[in-house]
């Protein structure tokens, strides 16, 4: 089977239908089915942020030449990087952008007027570089020393006027981050609410498809689970940042929090459970995992002990973290 999939990967036009046959293979095997799934559709289309980035451009280099600009290119390079994946990180590049531009164009301004002597430039340019790490490493702003340097450079060794020179490209940046952010927030936000909606669904499937291949013991990977937590741990962050930003679309934040703590949790059961001698499930569990799951399994002898009370308590647990799992689900749907 997996020579088969890894065929079916190479021909990218037909592995999306393929998988989608798959779906009722083990659970184990499902979960990478799903995941190679979503990295062929992924694949093949063109992503929005992708369109808006080319909109941005566009917008900053016909504003470049109504201001008749020196610079157009260093516009467009702040519209594409100020293109994030979300207004968060498009505010965060856009203070990054705008402090490196007037920090390293005025330091390279100042610093070439020292001297013209073409040996001489050359200390004095590694003293500039010296100056603007020492600087931003004690301001604790090491983010911004690579870019703060390229500039500092590009300004001090400029063949035109260097004021002018820095004049346009401060106003080129300003203008590239200013349309990059704009063109973010208002053609098609993205919409991390329904990322995190989405990605909480794909592993709640998976999940879903563990928990099964631990009751019925099947070969599974429970080392996914950590892995699935820390994905939507992450989304959760992100969220919350997208949260404090302006115009941010509607969120429940309260029920999102409240799956993250789901995701941990089950993460905590399904690690005891898959630890635990497998033992009959009660009618209880039996029951519920019918009517939840699909999983018919035949009752077995009625086990006592303290082993078979904890295996089924356990089970329980699980089952219980899934219903509430659904109608937060629904809550927070888009």
Not at 34 to 54: D, F, P, V
Not at 204 to 231: M, P, Q, Y
Not at 236 to 244: C, P, Q, R
Not at 293 to 310: I, K, N, P, R, T
Request: glycine share 4%; aromatic share 12%; net charge neutral.
């Amino acid at each position: 089977m997996w020579r088969t999939l890894w065929r079916m990967y190479l021909a990218r036009d037909e592995a999306v239908d393929y998988f989608s046959t798959l779906r009722h293979i083990r659970p184990y095997n499902n979960v990478i089915i799903l995941s190679m799934e979503r990295h062929l559709k992924l694949k093949n289309k063109i992503g929005l942020r992708s369109i808006k980035t080319a909109i941005a451009v566009m917008i900053g280099l016909y504003l470049s030449y109504i201001f008749k600009l020196y610079t157009p290119l260093y516009t467009s390079i702040a519209c594409v990087t100020s293109m994030q994946s979300s207004v968060y990180d498009s505010i965060n590049d856009v203070t990054k952008r705008g402090f490196t531009a007037v920090f390293g164009v005025t330091l390279g301004y100042f610093l070439s007027k020292i001297t013209e002597n073409p040996y001489l430039e050359i200390l004095v340019c590694g003293f500039g570089v010296l100056l603007i790490l020492i600087l931003l490493n004690y301001f604790k702003l090491n983010r911004m020393a690579s870019l703060s340097c390229i500039v500092f450079m590009a300004s001090y060794f400029s063949k035109i006027d260097k004021f002018q020179y820095g004049i346009n490209r401060v106003i080129g940046t300003i203008i590239g981050m200013l349309v990059g952010l704009l063109v973010n927030l208002i053609v098609a936000r993205p919409r991390l609410d329904l990322e995190f909606y989405k990605d909480a669904l794909s592993e709640r499937d998976s999940l879903r498809n563990i928990f099964v291949s631990i009751i019925k013991r099947d070969e599974r990977d429970i080392n996914f689970v950590s892995g699935s937590r820390k994905s939507i741990e992450d989304k959760f962050e992100k969220l919350l940042k997208e949260y404090e930003t302006i115009m941010h679309p509607k969120m429940d934040i309260v029920h999102a929090k409240e799956l993250k703590g789901i995701f941990t949790n089950l993460e905590l059961s399904l690690n005891l459970l898959d630890l635990l001698e497998p033992r009959n499930l009660n009618e209880e569990n039996r029951c519920r995992l019918l009517r939840d799951f699909g999983v018919e399994l035949e009752a077995g002898d009625q086990e006592d002990g303290e082993l078979s009370m904890v295996y089924n308590f356990q089970v329980k647990n699980i089952l219980n973290y899934f219903e509430e799992m659904e109608e937060i689900l629904e809550k927070i749907k888009p």
